[in-house]
């Protein structure tokens, strides 16, 4: 259909026709198995081992199979972890474990970002900052969040305000370091590229220093998310009330296994989607980046 | 490139109605509707305070004179310390078109620095019009031979970025920016990312860039270095078209005899570290020119004296 003469057109830059159009039923055959080699296989590939996993799994624990060390006779079976998600499901206290865990990971984490991020940003750009506020941030930085625990406790009056400072303590370090890191290793050209051009000091970070970094920051906080939910759930375990960690451990205790593992997933899974929210943040805010490609 | 007779020296910023009935065909002409967004001194009174416009409003459209004196620096202190260029003399008029010509390492780059503000002479003084450079400024734009555009804008972000510094609105920096893309073929890529092009479409977008601030200085280190022979080539014949129309002055640095000679109205050539001014050589080939001056005996001879300077 397409006119087979090339428009003399005033756009000598575009590359000619509109491509290849139509082709024939053999070359749609072929194009249909190349889809099913790329796209097909591998999800089966991936499923068939799932399965077999789960299978394995199945076996051990209905078998009671035990070897010596290690004894599987108290390890749920996934055919009763899928019977306790259902369950759970339906209650209400689904909602609440995950809401709550949720909304601790939101505050923690929130807050460890709207810190860590000017705050990396001022002891990258600062010598003077780097000398001030440096030094205390890397006395605590080798403190696990873990071992705040205790401490938090007596110095918040909540629980629940003591379990967002550890998601907090946990997102902050990798978010400030990353921040730090990537304010340090912009290209120096870049900075005096905009002060050629007129850029003022706060045209400078808000144009050149802060998206310049963002691929660092936004490494940094998909880092801290991990570390944050990690901090979070054993806060929960140790000292909560409601919250998926709180959830796993009162199973362990009320002697409810299947729960346990139930939990382990939802904690995983959990975990996962906030990983995934964050890489598909930054790939929405840096369309221009490719990592490890051509992005300069 | 485009052939098209120049824009008169006298008015450098008149409108070019030929430009706009041309413009399928070809193209061209930016200079008069961003004279109308930065006037002739715009950029002085617009861009940096630290070279501020000493003339009165309607001064002559010329302004960029540089003037070298006694220039020396040096770079880190003690016994590391390393004398980078010495004792430079040079005066440039406003307009001028100068290359800088030296071997590697003899400080072209950190004269380039000097006048960008980015150093500031351990020895001498330097103005520009007569002020004298105290730290960097639009009025001053520089290309170098890797582009330094930001990756994390578009070709039309970059371009604007020098309006958009000034407070100049929206629908006028994307009109602007669209004429100036129009003007160095980039039109269609303006969405792009500089990661998306090609070297000489970078630079151009460098060029662009530079140029929307309308800069009393052109300042470029070996702009063109990092291209093929014939993507160089059109960018000199741009490069030049260019300055014709935007009346600036330019200091090129480059290593190449040829590229000296064909685009300057002088060759300043620089001796070994420390680097000083050994000679300058006045380069009278008519322009406009285009590639085809490079063979004429006019242009060789002015080679075979370059040569012998280099030589001693
Ligand atoms: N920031 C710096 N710190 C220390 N020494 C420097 C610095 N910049 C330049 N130099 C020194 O100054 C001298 C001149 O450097 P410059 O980059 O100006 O040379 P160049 O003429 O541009 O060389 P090329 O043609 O290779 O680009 C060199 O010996 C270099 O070692
Ligand atoms: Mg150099």
Same mark, same amino acid.
């Given at each position: 259909?397409?006119?087979?003469?090339?428009?003399?057109?005033?756009?000598?830059?575009?590359?000619?026709?509109?491509?290849?159009?139509?082709?024939?039923?053999?070359?749609?055959?072929?194009?249909?198995?190349?889809?099913?080699?790329?796209? +097909?296989?591998?999800?089966?590939?991936?499923?068939?081992?799932?399965?077999?996993?789960?299978?394995?799994?199945?076996?051990?624990?209905?078998?009671?199979?035990?070897?010596?060390?290690?004894?599987?006779?108290?390890?749920?079976?996934?055919?009763?972890?899928?019977?306790?998600?259902?369950?759970?499901?339906? *209650?209400?206290?689904?909602?609440?474990?995950?809401?709550? !865990?949720?909304?601790?990971?939101?505050?923690?984490?929130?807050?460890?970002?709207?810190?860590?991020?000017?705050?990396?940003?001022?002891?990258?750009?600062?010598?003077?900052?780097?000398?001030?506020?440096?030094?205390?941030?890397?006395?605590?930085?080798?403190?696990?969040?873990?071992?705040? $625990?205790?401490?938090? +406790?007596?110095?918040?009056?909540?629980?629940?305000?003591?379990?967002?400072?550890?998601?907090?303590?946990?997102?902050?370090?990798?978010?400030? $370091?990353?921040?730090?890191?990537?304010?340090?290793?912009?290209?120096?050209?870049?900075?005096?590229? !905009?002060?050629?051009?007129?850029?003022?000091?706060?045209?400078?970070?808000?144009?050149?220093?802060? #998206?310049?970094?963002?691929?660092?920051?936004?490494?940094?906080?998909?880092?801290?998310?991990?570390?944050?939910?990690?901090?979070?759930?054993?806060?929960?375990? +140790?000292?909560?009330?409601?919250?998926?960690?709180?959830?796993?451990?009162?199973?362990?205790?009320?002697?409810?296994? #299947?729960?346990?593992?139930?939990?382990?997933?939802?904690?995983?899974?959990?975990?996962?989607?906030?990983?995934?929210?964050?890489?598909?943040?930054?790939?929405?805010?840096?369309?221009?980046?490719?990592?490890?490609?051509? !992005?300069? | 490139? *485009?052939? *098209?007779?120049?824009? !008169?020296?006298?008015?450098?910023?008149?409108?070019?109605?030929?430009?706009?009935?041309?413009?399928?065909?070809?193209?061209?002409?930016?200079?008069?509707?961003?004279?109308?967004?930065?006037? #002739?001194?715009?950029?002085?009174?617009?861009?940096?305070?630290?070279?501020?416009?000493?003339?009165?409003?309607?001064?002559?459209?010329?302004?960029?004179?540089?003037?070298?004196?006694?220039?020396?620096?040096?770079?880190?202190?003690?016994?590391?310390?390393?004398?980078?260029?010495?004792?430079?003399?040079?005066?440039?008029?406003?307009?001028?078109?100068?290359?800088?010509?030296?071997?590697?390492?003899?400080?072209?780059?950190?004269? $380039?620095?000097?006048?960008?503000?980015?150093?500031?002479?351990?020895?001498?003084?330097?103005?520009?019009?007569?002020?004298?450079?105290?730290?960097?400024?639009?009025?001053?734009?520089?290309?170098?031979?890797?582009?330094?555009?930001? #990756?994390?804008?578009?070709?039309?972000?970059?371009?604007?970025?020098?309006?958009?510094?000034?407070?100049?609105?929206?629908?006028?920096?994307?009109?602007?920016?669209?004429?100036?893309?129009?003007?160095?073929?980039?039109?269609?890529?303006?969405?792009?990312?500089?990661?998306?092009?090609?070297?000489?479409?970078?630079?151009?977008?460098?060029?662009?860039?530079?140029?929307?601030?309308?800069?009393?200085?052109?300042?470029?280190?070996?702009?063109?270095?990092?291209?093929?022979?014939?993507?160089?080539?059109?960018?000199?014949?741009?490069?030049?078209?260019?300055?014709?129309?935007?009346?600036?002055?330019?200091?090129?640095?480059?290593?190449?005899?040829?590229?000296?000679?064909?685009?300057?109205?002088?060759?300043?050539?620089?001796?070994?570290?420390?680097?000083?001014?050994?000679?300058?050589?006045?380069?009278?080939?008519?322009?406009?020119?285009?590639?085809?001056?490079?063979?004429?005996?006019?242009?060789?001879?002015?080679?075979?004296?370059?040569?012998?300077?280099?030589?001693?």
């Amino acid at each position: 259909m397409a006119p087979a003469s090339q428009a003399p057109g005033p756009h000598p830059l575009k590359s000619g026709g509109g491509g290849g159009g139509g082709g024939g039923g053999g070359g749609a055959l072929a194009r249909a198995w190349g889809i099913a080699q790329r796209w +097909i296989a591998p999800v089966a590939c991936t499923a068939v081992s799932l399965a077999v996993c789960l299978v394995l799994w199945e076996m051990l624990s209905r078998n009671r199979m035990s070897f010596g060390f290690l004894r599987f006779e108290n390890v749920p079976a996934p055919s009763k972890v899928a019977v306790a998600f259902a369950h759970l499901a339906e *209650s209400p206290k689904f909602i609440s474990h995950v809401g709550n !865990s949720f909304f601790r990971i939101f505050a923690g984490f929130g807050l460890a970002a709207l810190l860590a991020i000017p705050l990396g940003m001022i002891i990258g750009r600062f010598q003077l900052g780097r000398w001030t506020l440096l030094p205390p941030m890397e006395v605590l930085r080798p403190i696990p969040a873990v071992a705040w $625990i205790p401490l938090a +406790i007596l110095m918040f009056a909540s629980g629940e305000q003591s379990m967002i400072f550890i998601t907090f303590v946990g997102a902050f370090f990798p978010i400030l $370091i990353s921040t730090i890191h990537g304010v340090e290793s912009l290209d120096r050209r870049l900075i005096d590229a !905009s002060l050629t051009l007129g850029a003022g000091p706060y045209s400078v970070f808000a144009e050149v220093i802060l #998206p310049g970094s963002l691929p660092s920051i936004v490494t940094g906080l998909s880092i801290g998310m991990g570390t944050a939910w990690f901090s979070l759930v054993t806060a929960e375990m +140790i000292s909560g009330q409601f919250g998926i960690g709180y959830y796993t451990w009162e199973s362990y205790t009320l002697q409810n296994y #299947p729960d346990i593992v139930l939990g382990m997933i939802i904690i995983g899974v959990l975990g996962m989607a906030c990983s995934a929210a964050i890489r598909w943040v930054g790939v929405w805010a840096m369309p221009w980046y490719r990592p490890g490609g051509n !992005s300069v | 490139m *485009s052939t *098209s007779a120049p824009a !008169s020296a006298t008015h450098g910023f008149a409108p070019n109605l030929a430009a706009a009935h041309g413009a399928i065909a070809e193209p061209r002409i930016v200079a008069p509707s961003l004279g109308y967004i930065t006037g #002739p001194g715009a950029a002085a009174t617009a861009g940096s305070p630290s070279v501020s416009d000493d003339s009165s409003a309607d001064a002559p459209p010329l302004s960029g004179s540089v003037e070298f004196r006694e220039v020396g620096i040096r770079f880190g202190s003690g016994a590391a310390a390393v004398q980078a260029v010495r004792g430079i003399n040079l005066s440039i008029r406003a307009g001028e078109f100068v290359s800088i010509l030296g071997p590697s390492g003899c400080g072209k780059s950190t004269l $380039i620095g000097a006048l960008a503000g980015f150093t500031a002479p351990s020895e001498g003084s330097l103005f520009v019009d007569g002020q004298r450079v105290t730290r960097p400024g639009s009025d001053r734009g520089v290309v170098f031979q890797y582009h330094n555009l930001f #990756p994390w804008k578009t070709v039309a972000g970059n371009v604007e970025f020098g309006l958009k510094m000034r407070g100049v609105g929206r629908p006028e920096r994307q009109a602007v920016t669209a004429e100036i893309l129009q003007r160095v073929g980039l039109a269609e890529f303006a969405r792009h990312y500089p990661a998306q092009l090609s070297g000489g479409m970078q630079q151009r977008v460098s060029l662009a860039r530079v140029l929307v601030n309308r800069p009393r200085l052109l300042l470029m280190d070996e702009p063109f270095s990092a291209l093929d022979a014939q993507c160089r080539l059109l960018m000199q014949e741009l490069l030049l078209e260019l300055w014709r129309e935007f009346r600036t002055t330019v200091v090129f640095v480059t290593h190449d005899i040829d590229e000296a000679i064909f685009l300057a109205d002088r060759v300043i050539l620089v001796s070994p570290r420390p680097g000083r001014i050994t000679g300058e050589l006045p380069v009278t080939l008519p322009r406009p020119r285009t590639a085809e001056a490079v063979t004429t005996a006019e242009f060789l001879s002015l080679k075979r004296t370059c040569f012998g300077h280099l030589r001693g």
